[in-house]
């Protein structure tokens, strides 16, 4: 994998890793279940945008 993908699914996990803080202090309930195939997509979309 290449750097941009990479970076890609960090800045995703870390969007996962928000959801997760606010719904251990009670903040917002966000289900992360439904963000888990954006770890997938994320990549792909990388990709993609750097073929343009």
């Given amino acids: 994998m290449s750097d941009f993908e990479i970076a890609a699914m960090t800045a995703?996990?870390?969007l996962m890793l928000a959801g997760i803080s606010l719904r251990l202090l009670k903040i917002r309930?966000?289900?992360i279940g439904d963000l888990l195939p954006a770890l997938a997509i994320a990549p792909l979309l990388a990709l993609l945008v750097s073929h343009f």
């Fill in 29 to 31: 309930h966000i289900p």
């Fill in 12 to 14: 995703t996990g870390g």
